[in-house]
């Protein structure tokens, strides 16, 4: 194997400066493998062996961890490592028969490294583009607006061992995209303005204004923030040495959805000036931001944003003037989890842990990052938090609906005239978003991702709201055209491709359903497949660990239930008689009128009765 | 203060603060189904055998903490056709042949199989490819038949202090791995004297040489149902230098 080519004291050596770089600490892990890959370009198991020995921790532990994340890999994936991001989307845009071409060009298979060692082609779960897709990332820079031209230049670039840094610099833009604008991404506030608000009103009164605001949380779960601020703030440090913790969630990983991704790249000082509000609303005196894998390429300008704050005196010592309060913020990377956008699974995470979602309680609030009070708040949320600090609470619950307050960004890809991030108040209702967009023809959307909801023509009246359809943002519209039954088939390979595989029913419990799935696309289902799909779905609702074995088959649910002929045209035999028979019902009619023409019969009755005559 | 209680299946059940609905009710002599639960670990809640409705939700009897007053939901059709299902995964999901195993009739999983009368695997079998690690000399692994409780992870951690074993990979492609770079069992410190040796529900890590000692027939599920038992100690059966 290739791990022969690394000696133990020269992978040593080589991971020397990174394991000094980050203090030899065991909860910083996940970095120093993500680092140590960027070395050797995949993590041979020399090197697992030092950097457990580096950090003091098991190695079957170090070897779990790098295990557990699809960005780490214990075997060579090639020089250049090229993913498509597999989102229903990208699939809509051709992906699929692009992915084929590449292949086809580079003479190799999917998923595996060429002979040479040169190249391996794969897919991933989305990766944030669906407004510009589709896309891939190379190097773990994205490539947007893919085309069959430019995937022929993609194959002549590799073969001729081009450096990616080489490649043309327009391929790699991502664009904004942003497509209407209320109170967030219309402000005009200057770097620090909102945490020297916040400041200027004092702790008390800030947390009142956040509280008269009624601000819940933007990642999906719409938890109310007040309460997480108030608990975290209110709970006893257990450790003495260490104080409270503020994360900000930038691990957007719903499929679908990417507007973290336009307010981290436009909006950056306006997060972070989120998260400074909000710890020094709880006393925290450290942050951190957990930034998805795909998103290491937002990396340096974010760096860079908060060199700047800095020196602007508005992170470190004393930060405003505040005499009592020290705030930094670190950006830990992710490497390719989507559980990790649950709370607990991204504190594990963060903690250089494989990550699984913790047994609630205890809360993060009360015990979260290394066992402190910690608020996790998403992306959004933050910024809508400095809002509030710069306008005050009664202005913000003056937007929206009286139980869902405030505004909410929207991702809106799939069938329509500009996809692209929208900021409406809360209450706005599907169709109007459909207008907007330009989705003539819809057929369905859905809302807040493979986890959220699957809408019908019939529902498109309803609201985006708590209290209606909640969202964490995703909207992905699903033309006439579009087969409902090949989208949920996506989403149940998504969650089993997904499923951190720590509790049976969601471990077990997705790749049925993906087998499932499909069987029925290969035209081998039945009915039986349906009913199974069923019971595996009330199954995993009640017993998985967390929200994403809970919800893992709603999109079948949906779609089973709004649109089952895109099933049942696949199925081989439906292989189910009603209990009723429709025909033999309305016996008594007939009975009763003395008729028994064939209008007087339904279905293969009336047929016959016809031949007879 | 009167000492707090649970109803569980409408039975009033006392318990002491901390305590978690499957600590109660096994105090009480109640059998709640559990496979990753172990009276001397930390709870884990990741096979949900224990799953049981405490006021009309579902939950995981070994981590949930009892209240006072709370309603539990244990022994009834809904539950155990859920746990049925959750056993049906697991015999699916590794290579479970319990007519040649060694650990047949004292095996966790076989024995709650029985008891909860499940009559097939049900589901398409995944027939993993998971080969045998018989490097060590008292020990053999056979992961086929590993149902990932972590049982022998938390031992060998918490009591051992060797942390032989650990979780890799994801999803359906978790696996227990051993803490060696040569990921052999030979190349650890492990040795038949550990906790970890001896805890296993199923028949993973068995001792060589000491193959079908007690006869099948004679073992502890074959004498009795798994709730008819007193509350378990160990799940060391025939296979075992304590047996």
């Given at each position: ?440 023809n819809a057929q369905a959307v859905q809302v807040g991702g493979p986890s959220g909801s699957c809408l019908a023509l019939h529902e498109f009246s309803r609201r985006i709201a708590f209290e209606d359809v909640p969202t964490a943002g995703a909207f992905t519209v699903f033309g006439a055209h579009r087969d409902l039954f090949e989208v949920a088939r996506n989403f149940a390979h998504f969650f089993a491709h997904e499923s951190c595989g720590f509790c049976t029913p969601c471990r077990v419990g997705t790749t049925l359903v993906a087998n499932c799935m499909d069987k029925i696309a290969r035209g081998d289902g039945s009915q039986y497949d349906i009913n199974e799909i069923f019971r595996i779905h009330r199954l995993l609702h009640a017993a998985s660990h967390c929200g994403l074995g809970q919800t893992a088959c709603n999109p079948l649910f949906d779609t089973l239930n709004k649109f089952r002929p895109a099933y049942e045209r696949r199925l081989r035999s439906l292989d189910f008689a009603p209990a009723f028979d429709l025909d033999q019902s309305l016996s008594i009619a007939r009975q009763m009128t003395g008729r028994d023409d064939p209008a007087a019969h339904f279905g293969p009755a009336a047929g016959v009765q016809r031949a007879e005559r | 203060m009167n000492t707090p209680s649970l109803l569980l299946d409408g039975l009033p059940v006392p318990f002491s603060v901390g305590q978690t609905i499957m600590e109660a009710a096994t105090a009480a002599g109640i ?213």
């Open positions: 194997m290739a791990d022969e080519c690394f000696d133990a004291t020269a992978v040593a050596a080589l991971l020397q400066p990174i394991v000094e770089r980050h203090r030899r600490d065991p909860l910083r892990l996940l970095q120093i493998l993500r680092e140590a890959q960027e070395v050797f370009g995949y993590l041979p198991r020399t090197a697992l062996t030092a950097i457990a020995d580096a950090v003091e921790l098991p190695r079957a532990r170090v070897e779990g961890v790098a295990g557990f994340y699809s960005f780490l890999h214990l075997k060579p994936v090639g020089r250049y490592r090229i993913l498509f991001s597999d989102h229903v989307t990208d699939r809509m845009l051709g992906s699929v028969e692009l992915m084929d071409r590449l292949c086809n060009r580079l003479w190799i298979e999917r998923g595996k490294v060429s002979e040479d060692g040169l190249v391996s082609v794969d897919t991933t779960s989305c990766t944030g583009m669906c407004d510009q897709g589709p896309a891939l990332l190379v190097g773990g820079r994205p490539l947007t607006r893919l085309s069959a031209e430019r995937i022929d230049r993609i194959s002549e670039l590799v073969r001729a061992q081009v450096a990616v840094s080489d490649w043309p610099e327009e391929w790699f833009l991502v664009a904004d995209n942003i497509r209407r604008r209320d109170v967030l991404l219309a402000s005009a506030a200057t770097p620090g303005e909102a945490l020297r608000a916040a400041v200027a009103r004092g702790r008390e009164q800030l947390l009142h204004e956040l509280k008269r605001s009624n601000l819940r949380g933007r990642g999906g779960a719409g938890f109310t923030t007040h309460t997480k601020w108030e608990t975290a703030r209110r709970a006893p440090c257990g450790d003495p040495q260490g104080g409270r913790y503020l994360v900000c969630n930038a691990d957007e990983g719903e499929p679908g959805t990417f507007k973290d991704r336009v307010l981290l790249a436009s909006h950056a000082d306006l997060v972070f000036d989120g998260m400074s509000v909000a710890a020094f609303a709880i006393g925290a005196g450290q942050g951190l931001l957990y930034l998805r894998g795909e998103y290491a390429w937002l990396l340096p300008a974010l760096h860079e944003k908060l060199a700047r704050r800095r020196r602007n005196g508005l992170l470190g010592v004393a930060v405003c003037g505040q005499e009592d309060w020290n705030f930094d913020i670190d950006i830990h990377l992710g490497a390719g989890a989507y559980v990790c956008g649950e709370e607990t699974a991204l504190l594990e995470s963060l903690e250089g842990r494989r990550g699984v979602p913790r047994i609630r309680p205890p809360y993060p609030a009360q015990q979260g990052y290394r066992g402190q009070p910690t608020v996790v708040n998403n992306v959004e949320t933050l910024c809508k938090a400095a809002l509030i600090a710069l306008r005050g609470g009664d202005w913000f619950a003056g937007l929206g609906s009286k139980q869902s307050t405030g505004t909410k960004l929207l991702s809106i890809a799939g069938d329509v005239e500009s996809p692209g991030v929208y900021e409406y108040p809360f209450g706005v209702s599907i169709d109007q978003v459909l207008h907007d967009c330009g989705a003539g | 059998f709640i189904p559990h496979l990753c639960h172990h009276p001397d670990f930390k709870p884990q809640g990741s096979c949900k055998l224990c799953t049981v409705k405490a006021n009309g939700r579902y939950v995981s009897a070994c981590t949930m903490p009892a209240k006072d007053g709370m309603e539990v939901e244990n022994n009834s059709p809904d539950l155990n056709d859920k746990r049925r299902t959750l056993l049906q995964m697991l015999f699916v999901e590794g290579n479970h042949f319990c007519p040649s195993c060694e650990k047949s009739g004292d095996c966790l999983l076989q024995a709650l199989a029985y008891e909860l009368e499940m009559l097939t695997a049900h589901f398409p079998q995944f027939y993993p490819d998971r080969p045998v690690d018989a490097s060590h000399p008292e020990v053999l692994l056979d992961f086929n038949r590993c149902i990932l409780c972590e049982l022998c992870v938390r031992a060998s951690r918490d009591v051992d202090g060797k942390n032989v074993f650990a979780l890799s990979g994801r999803g359906i492609g978790k696996h227990l791995i051993v803490n060696a770079e040569s990921g052999r069992l030979a190349d650890t410190g492990f040795a038949l004297a550990d906790k970890a040796a001896h805890v296993c529900p199923v028949g993973v890590i068995l001792a060589k040489r000491r193959g079908f000692l007690q006869p099948i027939g004679c073992r502890r599920y074959d004498r009795q149902p798994i709730a008819m038992q007193p509350a378990r100690p160990l799940a060391s059966g025939g296979n075992g230098p304590e047996s």
